[in-house]
C-alpha cells in the first residue's frame, strides 16, 4: 500500500506543473495537495510513517494556506474559480456537471462516511500526556519530601560521583532495563507488551526536559502516584518506593542521566 | 444617539446602571428566597447545562464585553489625541466610531455582569461567601469604579460634537476613563488571582493579609497580559466592525473610509499582539514561581494539547494578516512590482506554520505507537520549544516585512543612499533569520535552563531589535520620498475583509480557550490550595467538551455584537432620515 504513495505523489507534481504551464490555478491547487499528501504518507517508506491525526492537521492547514495563496491576485483568483463556474454553469458540461456533483461527490461523501463508521476492533486513538505534573509534597516509605526544590543529594558527593553512578548502573539492570532496554532506548525485552510503549531515556526530548526530582518522584510512585486531575492514565510504572531505597533511586537516576550524555532540567 | 445633551447622557447612563444592579440585588433576594436551600457544601444546581457551564458561558461573554470596553477606549484616545494633534477629521471620525461602539457595547456588558453577580452567589453560596470574606472591600471599590467609569465614559461620547474646540480637555477626559478603566481591571484580576495563587490567608482560609490577598503572584503579570490582550481584541472587533460596515457600503466614499479604518484597526491590533508572547511568557514564570505543579498541568500535562490549538490557532491569525496586507498590494499603485516576493513570504509562512502546529505527543491508534515508538525522529524534534520559538520569530519577522512592503509599495526612495539602504536592509533581514535559526539549531544542544533563560529572550531580543531597525531604516530612505500613487482606499475585494472577521472570531475563540485553561489550572478547587471544589463539576471536562463550549461562547459573543453593529448602523438611518426630513 504504502507504495502507491509516491506513485501518488509523482501525480500530483505533475498536475501541478501542467497547471502552471496552462495557467490554471485550480488544478494547480489540487495538484499541490495531491503531491504534499503522497509525500507525508510516502515518508513511512523511509523513517517511522506519520501518524494519521498529523497528517489531517497539516493537510487541513494546507487547504486554508494554499487557498489564501490562489486569491491574493484577483486574476489568479478568477481563474481558480473558473472551472467550478464552468462545471456548475456551462450548458456544454451537463454529463460533466452530473458525473462530478451527482455521482462523485456523493461517492466521495459516502465513501469518507463509511470509512468514518465502519467498526473497527482496533482500542480507541489515545492521545497520551507526556508530563503529569509532580505533587508539591510526597511521601517515600512514611517519610515527607518536598518535590518542589527537591535535588539529589549524592550530586554533592563528587567524590563518590563514580562510585555511584556505577551502583546506580547495578540497580537499572537489577530493575528497570527489562522494560527500558539495554541501550536505555525504551527497547527492553518487555517492552512490546506494553501500551504505550516505555519512554527512552536518550534523546534530548525526555529526561533531559525534566527536573531530578520529577524523575525520583516518577521511579518512586509510579503509576500510583499519577495525578488524579488527569486520569484515566495509561501507565505500568511499578512503584521503585516498594522494591528500592531513597539512595538507590537516586543513584539509579545519576545513571540514567549519565549514561545518556543527558543533564537534568534546572 | 449623539443628539441627546450631555446630562440626558450621564442620566441615562447612571440609571442603566442602578436599573441594573438594582435587579442584580432583588434578584438575589428574590431567588434566595424561592430557590431551594444550598446543600451542605454550600451549591445550588443550575437546571439542565449545569451551575459550571452556565457560569462558564456567562463569565466568558462578560469577559469578552469588558475587554471590549476596556480595550477600545485606549485607542479611541490615540485616536482622537492624534487628530486634534495633526487637525485630521478623519482620525476625528475613526476614534469617535470607536467610542460610538464601546459606549453602546456598556449596556451589553452590565447586562452580562448582572447575570454573572446574580448567579455566582447563587450557585455557589460557600466559595462567594468567602471571596467576600477576604476580598469584600474591593466588590464595594468596583461598584463605585464602575458608577465613575460609566460617568465619565457616557460624559466623553455625549460631549463630543460640543467640546470639538476644546479637544486638550475632551483628550483629558477620554484619558480619566482608561485610568478608571485600568484600575477597573486590576479590581478584577486580583479576584483571579487570589483564586488561583492565592496569598494572605492561613491553611484553612482564614484572612491573615488582606493586601497580600489582593497583591498575589498572578495579579500585575495577569492584569497585564489582560491589557494588551484587551487592546488586541478590541482593535480586532473595531477591524471587523470596519470590515461589516465596508462590505454593506453602498457608497464610494464609505467603502474608502471603512476599509481605511479597518487597515488601521488590524494593524494597531497586530502591533500590539508582537508583545503579548512576551507578557504571557512572565505570567507563565509567575505560575511556575508560585506553584510548579500547575506550571507543568498547564504547560506540559493535561493542557498540552490545547497549546497546539492555541498554535493552530495563532497560525490562522498570522496567515489572515499577510493575506489581508498581500491582498492590499492591489490597491497600492505601484503594489504590484512586489507580487514577486509574495511567494516567498508565503512559502516561509507555510514552513513557520508547520512547525509550529506540530505536536510533541500525538494521539496514537495502537498500531501507529508500535510503529513509532516513543517519539517521531521528525515530529519528537519539531514539537520542542527549539523549533517552535524559531518558526514565531521568523513567522513574525515575515509578517513585519509584509507589512513594510505594503507601506512602501506606492513610493520611491529619493535619498542618494538608497541603494546602501536597501543592502542594508536584506544583510539586516538575512542576517537575522540566519541568527534566529541559528539559535533555534543550538538550543537543540543545551541544556533546557540555558534554553529557556538565555537562547528564547535572545532569539526575540533579535527579531524586536531586526524590527525596530527595520522601521528607523525604512522612515529614513522614504522620507520625502516620491509617491507614485496615493492608496485607493476601498478599491479592495469583499474577501479581504472576510480576513479581518476571521482574525477577530479567532482570537475571540483563541481568549475563551485561553481563559478555560487559566481557570483549569487550578483544577478541583476553587482557591487554589485552600478551598476544594466538592460539587459534581470538580473535574476537568475533555477537551472536545471543552471546545463546545467555547465555540457557544464565541457565536454568542459574536451574535450580540452583531446585534449592536446592527444597531448602530439602524441610529445612523434614523438620524439621517432625520436630518434629510429637517432639510
Known amino acids: ?266 | 444617539m449623539a443628539e441627546v445633551s450631555v446630562t440626558k447622557g450621564l442620566i441615562k447612563g447612571v440609571v442603566k446602571l442602578t436599573v441594573l444592579l438594582t435587579v442584580g440585588f432583588v434578584c438575589l433576594f428574590l431567588f434566595g428566597k424561592i430557590l431551594s436551600a444550598p446543600t451542605e457544601d454550600g451549591y445550588r444546581f443550575f437546571p439542565m447545562l449545569g451551575s459550571r457551564v452556565w457560569v462558564w458561558i456567562i463569565a466568558q461573554l462578560h469577559l469578552n464585553f469588558a475587554a471590549f470596553v476596556l480595550g477600545v477606549p485606549i485607542f479611541a484616545v490615540s485616536m482622537e489625541f492624534l487628530s486634534w494633534r495633526r487637525t485630521d477629521d478623519r482620525l476625528d471620525r475613526i476614534a469617535y466610531d470607536f467610542t460610538k461602539l464601546f459606549t453602546l457595547a456598556y449596556t451589553l456588558t452590565a447586562i452580562a455582569g448582572t447575570v454573572l453577580m446574580v448567579s455566582l452567589p447563587l450557585l455557589y453560596p460557600k466559595f462567594m461567601g468567602h471571596l467576600m470574606d477576604i476580598l469584600g472591600p474591593t466588590w464595594w471599590l468596583y461598584i463605585v469604579v464602575m458608577y465613575g467609569e460609566v460617568l465619565v465614559c457616557y460624559y466623553y461620547f455625549y460631549s463630543w460634537h460640543q467640546m470639538k474646540d476644546k479637544k486638550g480637555v475632551h483628550v483629558a477626559i477620554g484619558v480619566l476613563l482608561n485610568f478608571m478603566g485600568l484600575t477597573m481591571l486590576l479590581i478584577t484580576s486580583s479576584w483571579v488571582g487570589y483564586m488561583t495563587t492565592p496569598g494572605g490567608v492561613s491553611e484553612t482560609g482564614a484572612l491573615i493579609n488582606r493586601w497580600a490577598a489582593i497583591k498575589t503572584y498572578m495579579w500585575i503579570p495577569l492584569s497585564l497580559h489582560r491589557l494588551v490582550a484587551n487592546v488586541v481584541f478590541g482593535a480586532g472587533i473595531a477591524a471587523a466592525y470596519a470590515a461589516y460596515r465596508f462590505i454593506t457600503s453602498e457608497t464610494d466614499e464609505d467603502r474608502a473610509y471603512y476599509d481605511w479604518m479597518g487597515y488601521t484597526s488590524a494593524m494597531i491590533s497586530i502591533g500590539f499582539s508582537l508583545i503579548l508572547p512576551g507578557i504571557g511568557y512572565l505570567l507563565g514564570v509567575e505560575i511556575y514561581a508560585y506553584n510548579e505543579q500547575m506550571g507543568i498541568q498547564l504547560m506540559g500535562g493535561f493542557f498540552a494539547w490545547l497549546w497546539v490549538m492555541q498554535a493552530i490557532l495563532i497560525g490562522a491569525i498570522l496567515m489572515f494578516v499577510n493575506y489581508y496586507l498581500w491582498i492590499s498590494l492591489n490597491k497600492m499603485p505601484g503594489g504590484e512590482r512586489y507580487f514577486k516576493y509574495v511567494k516567498f513570504l508565503f512559502i516561509i509562512m507555510l514552513l513557520g506554520y508547520t512547525v509550529w502546529l506540530t505536536p510533541h505527543s500525538v494521539a496514537l491508534s495502537l498500531e501507529e505507537a508500535r510503529r513509532i515508538g516513543a517519539y517521531h525522529p521528525i515530529l519528537g524534534n519539531l514539537g520542542v520549544m527549539a523549533a517552535k520559538n524559531t518558526a514565531v520569530v521568523i513567522s513574525y519577522l515575515a509578517t513585519f516585512l509584509s507589512f513594510a512592503i505594503f507601506k512602501m509599495s506606492n513610493k520611491e526612495p529619493v535619498v542618494p543612499w538608497a541603494k546602501a539602504g536597501n543592502a542594508i536592509r536584506i544583510i539586516l533581514v538575512l542576517g537575522s533569520s540566519v541568527a534566529m535559526l541559528g539559535i533555534g539549531v543550538y538550543s537543540y544542544m543545551v541544556t533546557s535552563a540555558v534554553r529557556v533563560k538565555v537562547l528564547s529572550p535572545i532569539q526575540f531580543g533579535i527579531f524586536f531589535v531586526t524590527i525596530i531597525a527595520l522601521f528607523i531604516l525604512d522612515n529614513m530612505m522614504y522620507k520625502n520620498a516620491k509617491i507614485i500613487g496615493e492608496p485607493r482606499w476601498g478599491k479592495m475585494p469583499e474577501r479581504s475583509q472576510y480576513a479581518l472577521i476571521g482574525i477577530t472570531v479567532t482570537f475571540t475563540w483563541l481568549m475563551a480557550m485561553m481563559g478555560y485553561m487559566r481557570s483549569g489550572g487550578r483544577q478541583y478547587w476553587h482557591v487554589y490550595g485552600i478551598m476544594k471544589d466538592t460539587s459534581p463539576d470538580a473535574y476537568l471536562p475533555t477537551h472536545g467538551y471543552a471546545a463546545i463550549v467555547c465555540s457557544t461562547v464565541t457565536v454568542l459573543f459574536f451574535l450580540f455584537i452583531g446585534l449592536l453593529f446592527w444597531s448602530i448602523m439602524k441610529l445612523e438611518k434614523a438620524q439621517a432620515a432625520k436630518g434629510g426630513a429637517k432639510a
Open chain 1, 1 to 266: 500500500m504504502l507504495k502507491i504513495y509516491p506513485v501518488l505523489a509523482a501525480v500530483g507534481l505533475l498536475i501541478s506543473i501542467v497547471s502552471v504551464i496552462r495557467k490554471s490555478s485550480f488544478f494547480n491547487f489540487l495538484g499541490i495537495l495531491i503531491l504534499l499528501f503522497g509525500l507525508l504518507k510516502s515518508a513511512g517508506l523511509f523513517i517511522p510513517p506519520f501518524p494519521g491525526q498529523v497528517i489531517t492537521m497539516y493537510m487541513a492547514m494546507s487547504i486554508f494556506s494554499f487557498l489564501i495563496y490562489f486569491s491574493i491576485q484577483e486574476e489568479t483568483f478568477q481563474a481558480f474559480l473558473e472551472p467550478m463556474r464552468a462545471v456548475l454553469g456551462d450548458e456544454d458540461k451537463k454529463i460533466l456537471r452530473v458525473l462530478i456533483v451527482f455521482i462523485a461527490l456523493p461517492l466521495l461523501t459516502g465513501f469518507i462516511t463509511y470509512t468514518k463508521v465502519v467498526p473497527v476492533y482496533e482500542p480507541p486513538v489515545s492521545a497520551r500526556i507526556v508530563h503529569p505534573e509532580p505533587p508539591s509534597q510526597m511521601e517515600f516509605r512514611g517519610k515527607t519530601i518536598n518535590v518542589i526544590g527537591l535535588e539529589n543529594p549524592l550530586r554533592k558527593d563528587t567524590a563518590n560521583f563514580a562510585k555511584n553512578v556505577e551502583d546506580g548502573k547495578k540497580i537499572y539492570y537489577q530493575n528497570c532495563f527489562y522494560c527500558h532496554g539495554d541501550d536505555l532506548d525504551g527497547k527492553g525485552h518487555l517492552a512490546q507488551a506494553y501500551n504505550p510503549l516505555p519512554l527512552p531515556f536518550r534523546g534530548g526530548d525526555t529526561i533531559a526536559q525534566l527536573p531530578e526530582s520529577f524523575v525520583f518522584w516518577r521511579v518512586s510512585k509510579g503509576w500510583r502516584g499519577l495525578p488524579a486531575g488527569s486520569g484515566p492514565w495509561n501507565s505500568s510504572m511499578p512503584s521503585f518506593e516498594d522494591f528500592l531505597t531513597e539512595e538507590e533511586v537516586w543513584k539509579v537516576s545519576m545513571f540514567i542521566y549519565e549514561a545518556t550524555g543527558n543533564k537534568p532540567r534546572t
